[in-house]
């Protein structure tokens, strides 16, 4: 990713303490690592330890072949911090298991804040259902690499 498109992915962004964020993050070159379970298995450890360290409450996720979704309330860390611990561990995690060395994620993120009134049953349902609109899929439940605390 261009360095002038990972500035603008920063434009503005706020990290609220009990705030809900939808973040999304992409595998370098949009290569499809998480094919292998196991692989996407080191990415949703990661994500749980998250929740484990009190910095985020998972609400939903789902890891894809090539990139995550993730439906947070932020705890004790920032947008910046949350993410970056995360990548960078799971990084460890994919090359340890695979063998491989260096980058693993595109640099940056996307977050969007949701609002009190958005419907957080809803967004949980898109993040978990994105296996199905890729064609992944044709049911929810037939995908491994996904949970949402309502579900």
Known sequence: MPFYKSCKLRTGRYSQHGGI????TVVLNRA???QDFKLGRCVVRELMNAQRWNQAQSL??????DHVHWL????DASLQSLMRQVKSRST??????????????????????LRKEEDLLATARYVVANPVRAGLVSRVGDYSLWDAVWL
Do not use: I, T
């Open 32 to 34: 499809p690592v998480f």
């Open 60 to 65: 939903a996720w789902v890891v894809m072949p």
């Open 72 to 75: 947070v309330q932020l705890k």
């Open 92 to 113: 460890k995690a994919v090359n340890n298991l695979s063998g491989s060395m260096g980058q693993l994620w595109q640099a940056g993120f996307h977050d969007r804040a």
């Open 21 to 24: 964020y939808l973040l999304s």
